[in-house]
Each structure stands twice: as structure tokens, then as C-alpha cells.
């Protein structure tokens, strides 16, 4: 009997031996068989295939061609450095926007880089979009499920001294992130000044989207730029259905037993996934071969002889001991299992004590160690100026609270993703429920120089004390972590920005109480013009800054970028901050940072209100790309009719938005000294609101009388 089994084992084992390897032949094939899958030294794999056979790949959407001089493969108008199909990730060279000048200003040459990614999409978590040049602002724009997405950034210096090797702060260089999912994007680059007055140490302007870690800036670049294209890293998904859709029809690609079928977070599409246990390629038969743990050492078994591969994972036993002639000692193995066993228990109680008196050890070295981070944070911060300052307070009815970390890790559920209700360069809101069940908005900021503590510490100090119905109130603050955090109160009903350009709200938005919200926002930023100890110069007005309520009341927000001025000062020199189409040119021009400037970006905001477009679009021409010069040049021409809703017409009273355009014009003047005080604007906009209401008129009718009254602006 004993004789028997052996030869049946010995069978087995020659078999799992010839089936084993099989499986890593057909685990070490990436491509289909006779299909070609190296072009130069870059592997490519199924579903992916050279233009050789269109079996040999999944659709034209996978078709590489391998360029026959220099035995480069080639994507749609980008080369392929490799393919992954464990990461579904391509890494790919792209060009680099490039625009250059004579010194007189005149243009040299000027390349736009241009990218559709037909299967791919943009991975942000890799890349970044970079702004090289010291007269320069890079713009990228892109589309995501057919939503158009701009953004860029400004790079600015008067001397090559200025810049600094490796920093991408806006000096020379700057970076900005991009959400995930762009299936296009296209860079654009512009100059203020042509480079006139920086030709002589950089000549030209450079954008382009790379991989994260395979760009250093050298301020050797703003004199000679040293590449033509650049790494970046792209995702790529099969279709565009989910998996549950994908099942249903008949060239489903996960059809290998071992594979699953996973949905991605940030696109559309699916994808396939060897199981676990498993490795290769899951788009193809036979792709997904068994992972032989025993034979790979990644086991967790006593002894390397006691380990037995089974499909798709392992098993531990007792090693079978043979005497010569083939049969089994039973004893000797169970006389070593005994001993394991003792030696299992004398190990498990002395390594149990061990553990129990090291995790306690660790546990207090850790208490200790959090302890003396968040006082090191709470100092670098700046907290103890801030009580100085907060118990210096009298009189006040309602002072900033200063919240531990715990306290707001448990309102934030740790700062859970589903609760995050905004985005900006200057932080993350997150919705967040106290202790005491009160709602509020938790604000990460982004401020990390150590030079900016003091300001941090007297704008904080300010803002506790500003109570104005028409301003979010800060409730208070935790300093226990690297950046500091904000606890604002929480406004229910989104951005002005979402009620004026989703057509779904704009229609129902009526004139009346776009009038309202308007002059509720002047007088918030006359409020902190004029009537704070300290005047506050927001710096960032736009739409999605200006919250509603229930009742849509208007609630200026987003103080991140705001700045302290001292009475006896007109202007402030600063960096240049903000958001494009909303910026004031002035201060775009000269650093010079004035209350004017808030005027122009609400000026920008009443035209909103007005034509319910926004405040920049590439999607539009070039001439009406910047809805302030476009509503300029409107009236001018005598066209401001063609670009108000024709709603607000149909039921607003016609002196009323004559008097509002009139207003808006004023606003946007390119001199400051032209524009009206946000009082005299907050004072307006109340006596507009006070105007008799004119009987509604038929607008078909008078369109054209309404177009002159307007004109006459």
C-alpha cells in the first residue's frame, strides 16, 4: 500500500512538474503568439500591438507603429517609453510649448503643444503642469467627460538673480496640479511684456506637463533651454463602459478565469486585474498563470521543504520523511511535530511578554513623541502669540476658540473625502459636525513659510473679530499641525458661481435677487475696506468666493489670499495672487496692491450677474476670451444688448440694468483711480435697488429700444 501511494505521489510530481512549466512559459509571454512585442528595447503588451497584424492588438484604439529608422514605437503624435499592464499606466515623451522673442518684442517662433489622448487619460497624481520664463503666464486646457477645464499659472521676475535652482514658487518657474481624468489638454503661453524688458538673460517663454521628479528647474534655462520633449505618465482603460456593462457583450476582455474586472476612480472605462495569487497578463487566455510561493520563498511556512503550491496559493505541513526503500516513517514525523510544537509554546510565551512590554514601551515613547510634535507646531504656528493676542481682547462677546487636533479629526470622520465641499490653491473645506452637533467648514490651509506667521497671527486675530452678516464668520482655529487649520461657519447653499452659469439654476435665478446679492457683497467688502481696525484687501473676488445661505444671502468667503493693510499706506507691494479673469491689470502690471483692485474683480463679478458667462473661457474667440474686455468692447460698439441673458431683460426694469451697466463700467476701468470705492459701489447698488420698477415690456418688441438705452452707456 505504502508502495503504491509513493508512485502515485512521485506521478503527481512529475506531472505539477511539466504543468508548472507551462504555466511560466505562458506567464513570461506578454503579447500574443507570432505577434511581435518589442519595438527597439520597449516591451509591448496585449492588449497593446504593433501595426504588424490587427489580431495582434485590441482595437485601433491600441495600434503602436514602430517607427523603422530609429525603431521607435509611436502612439497617435507622442513616442512610448513603456507600457504597464499591472499599473495600466503608458509613459509617454511629449513636446514642450515654446514661445520666443526678438528684443524688440517682435516674435521669433512659437510652438503650442496640442494632446488627444484617444484611450488615455492625464494622471495628476504623476504630473504636473510647469510655467517656465520671467514675463510668462502658461495656460493648460483640457476636457474631462466632455467638461471644458482651464487653468495656469504666472512666472515673473526682473532679474535672472531672482530665480532659484530647484524652487518652482513664481519666480522663474511655477507648477500647478490638475485634476485626474483630462482625455486632452492643450498649453498656451502669453507675455506681458513681450520679454522687452528680460530678453537679454531669457529670451523665451517654455510650458509643458511632466512627470513628477523628472524636472529640476536651473535658472541656466531661462538663458538656453535644453529639452524638446519630456516624461509623463498617462492612464489607459479598455471602452468606456463599467465592468457590470462591459459583461454583458461579447468582446468583454476579462474573460481569463484568474482575472477580475475592476472599475477605475477617475475615468471612464475598465480595466482587468490578475486575482490574487496570480500574475500576468489578465487580457490574455492564458495570461493569469499561479504564483509558486514555495519555489518564489514568499511563504510563511516553518521550513521551506514543508511547503506545498496549491492553485493560486500554498499550504504548510510536515515534511514526509522516506526510508530507503520508499516507505514512510511515521514516528520521525510526528516526533518532530511534537518538538515543533514545544518549541512553538516556549517561543509564543516568551515572545508574547516581549511584545507586551515593547508595545507599551513604543506606545508612551509614541504618546510623547505626538506631544512634543504638536507643541513644536503650536509654537511654529505661532499659538503662543495668538493667546497673547486673544487675551489681550476686550469687550468681545465672542472670542476665537482654539481647537485641538481630535476635535476636529472626529468632525471630519479623519477628513474623509466625502466631505469635502471645496478646492482652491489655498486649501481644502471639508464639512465638518462638532461635538455640540453645530456645522461648520474646516479649512487646510497651505500656509507653510515661517515668514508669514506673524501675518498669519494678526489676519486671524482680525477675522475673529469681523461680525457682519454678509462676511463667513472664523470660529476658530487649531495650531497643532504642520499647517494650520480654520473652522469657518458652514453656508449651505454652494457658490454664487454655481447659480450663474449651471443652466439648470440660471433660468430660475431671478433679477431681483441677483441685484440683492450684489449689493449684499459690496457692502461686505466696503465693511472690510473701511470699518475693520485694520483694512482687509480680499485679493481673491470672484463668484465661487461669494457663498448663499438658505434665504440666498450672500457671504463673502476664502480669505487665504487676503492681506492686512495699514491705514496710513494707499498700496501694497506684493506677488501678484489671484485667479485669471478676475485680475485686477493694474496690479497685474505693477505689484501694487490697492483696494482698487478688489473693485475691478467685483466689477468682473457684476458681469457675471449680467450675462451669465464666465469670467474666462478658451472655448470662446480670442477676442471675447476675457469677459471683462468683452463686455468693454460691447459697449462700445453699441452690442451690449447681444450679450445680456435675455431673461434678466425679459423681467428686470430697464433703467435698473442701464444704471447696472453703467456701474460695471466703471468698475472695470483700467486705471484704479477711475474705479468708485466699494462704498460708493455698496451705495449705488442700494440706491439701483430703490429705483421704481418699470412695468415688464414685451421683449421682442423692444428689444431694440432696450439695446439703445443700453448703448447709451
Not at 492 to 501: C, E, P
Request: with cysteine; charged share 20%.
Amino acid at each position: 500500500m505504502g508502495v503504491l501511494i509513493s508512485k502515485l505521489l512521485q506521478l503527481i510530481s512529475f506531472n505539477g512538474v511539466i504543468l508548472l512549466i507551462a504555466m511560466v512559459a505562458a506567464a513570461a509571454a506578454q503579447a500574443k503568439p507570432v505577434c511581435d512585442n518589442m519595438c527597439g528595447d520597449v516591451e509591448i503588451p496585449y492588449p497593446f500591438g504593433l501595426s504588424t497584424s490587427e489580431e495582434c492588438y485590441l482595437g485601433k484604439n491600441f495600434n503602436i507603429s514602430c517607427n523603422s529608422s530609429d525603431h521607435t514605437p509611436i502612439i497617435g503624435n507622442v513616442r512610448v517609453t513603456n507600457i504597464s499592464i499591472k499599473d495600466h499606466e503608458m509613459y509617454v515623451m511629449a513636446s514642450v510649448a515654446e514661445a520666443c522673442y526678438h528684443s524688440n518684442g517682435s516674435h521669433e517662433y512659437s510652438f503650442t503643444t496640442l494632446f488627444s489622448g484617444g484611450i488615455f487619460t492625464i494622471c495628476t497624481t504623476k504630473n504636473q503642469f510647469t510655467v517656465l520664463g520671467c514675463d510668462t503666464t502658461g495656460i493648460i486646457s483640457g476636457t474631462k467627460n466632455g467638461t471644458d477645464y482651464t487653468t495656469g499659472c504666472i512666472s515673473r521676475c526682473n532679474n535672472r538673480s531672482d530665480a532659484i535652482n530647484g524652487s518652482c514658487s513664481g519666480v522663474g518657474c511655477c507648477n500647478i496640479g490638475f485634476p485626474d481624468g483630462l482625455e486632452s489638454f492643450e498649453v498656451e503661453l502669453s507675455s506681458f511684456q513681450n520679454h522687452t524688458n528680460v530678453w537679454n538673460f531669457n529670451p523665451c517663454s517654455y510650458a509643458f506637463v511632466v512627470k513628477k521628479g523628472n524636472f529640476s528647474f536651473s535658472t541656466d534655462y531661462l538663458q538656453k533651454w535644453p529639452h524638446k520633449r519630456l516624461p509623463i505618465v498617462l492612464d489607459w482603460a479598455i471602452g468606456n463602459e463599467t465592468c457590470d456593462e462591459a459583461r454583458k457583450k461579447r468582446d468583454f476582455a476579462c474573460r481569463n478565469p484568474n482575472s477580475e474586472c475592476h472599475d477605475p476612480e477617475t475615468r471612464r472605462g475598465y480595466q482587468c486585474k490578475c486575482k490574487q495569487g496570480y500574475q500576468g497578463n489578465p487580457y490574455l487566455p492564458h495570461g493569469c498563470q499561479d504564483i509558486n510561493e514555495c519555489k518564489d520563498q514568499t511563504h510563511t511556512c516553518s521550513r521551506a521543504d514543508g511547503c506545498v503550491n496549491t492553485e493560486g496559493n500554498y499550504t504548510c505541513r510536515c515534511p514526509k520523511w522516506y526510508h530507503g526503500d520508499g516507505t514512510k516513517d511515521a514516528e520521525g514525523c510526528a516526533a518532530d511535530f511534537v518538538l515543533i510544537i514545544q518549541i512553538a509554546i516556549g517561543s509564543g510565551v516568551g515572545f508574547i511578554c516581549m511584545f507586551l512590554f515593547t508595545s507599551w514601551m513604543y506606545f508612551v515613547y509614541k504618546k510623547r513623541k505626538i506631544m512634543k510634535l504638536r507643541e513644536k507646531f503650536f509654537q511654529q504656528n505661532g499659538g503662543l502669540i495668538l493667546e497673547q493676542r486673544l487675551g489681550r481682547q476686550e469687550g468681545s462677546t465672542e472670542t476665537l476658540k482654539i481647537f485641538t487636533v481630535e476635535q476636529l479629526q472626529k468632525a471630519t470622520k479623519n477628513y474623509d473625502e466625502s466631505l469635502i465641499i471645496g478646492r482652491g490653491g489655498f486649501g481644502t473645506v471639508y464639512k465638518g459636525i462638532l461635538a455640540d452637533n453645530k456645522i461648520v467648514a474646516i479649512k487646510k490651509s497651505k500656509i507653510e513659510d515661517e515668514n508669514q506667521i506673524e501675518q498669519f497671527i494678526n489676519e486671524v486675530v482680525v477675522l475673529s473679530q469681523i461680525n457682519h452678516r454678509h462676511v463667513v464668520k472664523l470660529l476658530g482655529c487649531c495650531l497643532e499641525t504642520q499647517v494650520p487649520l480654520l473652522v469657518y461657519e458652514f453656508v449651505s447653499n454652494g457658490t454664487l458661481f454655481k447659480y450663474i452659469h449651471q443652466e439648470i439654476n440660471a433660468s430660475t435665478f431671478p433679477w431681483e435677487t441677483r441685484l440683492r446679492i450684489a449689493a449684499e457683497t459690496a457692502e461686505a467688502l466696503w465693511y472690510l475696506h473701511s470699518t475693520t481696525s485694520i483694512p482687509i484687501i480680499h485679493r481673491d473676488v470672484k463668484s465661487t468666493n461669494i457663498l448663499l445661505d438658505d434665504d440666498f444671502t450672500a457671504k463673502v468667503s476664502d480669505f487665504g489670499t487676503s492681506r492686512l493693510v495699514p491705514r496710513d499706506q494707499k498700496q501694497l507691494a506684493t506677488v501678484v495672487q489671484g485667479t485669471l479673469g478676475y485680475l485686477d491689470p493694474e496690479y497685474l502690471q505693477t505689484n501694487q496692491l490697492t483696494e482698487k483692485s478688489d473693485v475691478y474683480s467685483f466689477g468682473v463679478v457684476l458681469v457675471e450677474l449680467l450675462t451669465g458667462k464666465v469670467a474666462l473661457s478658451f472655448a470662446r474667440s480670442e477676442e471675447q476670451r476675457s469677459l471683462a474686455m468683452y463686455f468693454i468692447s460691447s459697449i462700445k460698439e453699441e452690442k451690449i444688448f447681444e450679450i445680456l441673458e435675455n431673461h434678466i431683460i425679459a423681467e428686470g426694469n430697464q433703467e435698473q440694468i442701464q444704471q447696472f451697466v453703467e456701474l460695471a463700467r466703471s468698475c472695470l476701468a483700467v486705471k484704479g483711480d477711475e474705479r468708485p470705492t466699494m462704498r460708493e459701489v455698496a451705495m449705488e447698488l442700494e440706491r439701483i435697488r430703490n429705483m421704481h420698477k418699470h412695468p415688464s415690456v414685451n421683449l421682442e418688441v423692444n428689444s431694440k429700444e432696450v439695446e439703445h438705452l443700453l448703448a447709451e452707456t
